[in-house]
């Protein structure tokens, strides 16, 4: 079976570009992704959560090789997978 999305591309929003390879990502919890992306083509920088697919290579973390990681790539996966832990926290309801 050929998996049709192996590296867990997205599309650009703003310049409709497909196919864009995340920078970097941080896991979300267990089975969870936080990716970081960057266009080519217009620089538009965004986040995309996904859920772990087995057998794909996940993408390294932000900031383990500056040359090809983007600043603000990095800041928004961070601070992506951040809002996620908190949702996680919040939705758990406990007053920990
Ligand atoms: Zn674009």
Redesign the pocket.
């Known amino acids: 079976m050929t998996d049709p999305n192996p590296l867990y591309g997205d599309a ?6 497909y196919d ?1 390879f995340p920078e970097s990502a941080l896991r979300d919890g267990a089975y969870g992704i936080t990716a970081g992306y960057r ?6 920088v965004w986040t995309c959560g996904w859920q772990i697919v087995p057998g794909r290579a996940i993408p390294p973390e932000p900031g383990t090789d500056p040359r090809i990681f983007h600043p603000q790539v990095n800041a928004q996966v961070h601070e992506q997978a951040a809002i996620a832990r908190a949702r996680k926290h919040l939705s758990r309801g406990d007053s920990a």
């Open positions: 650009c929003e703003v310049c409709s570009t864009v266009c080519p083509n217009c620089g538009h």
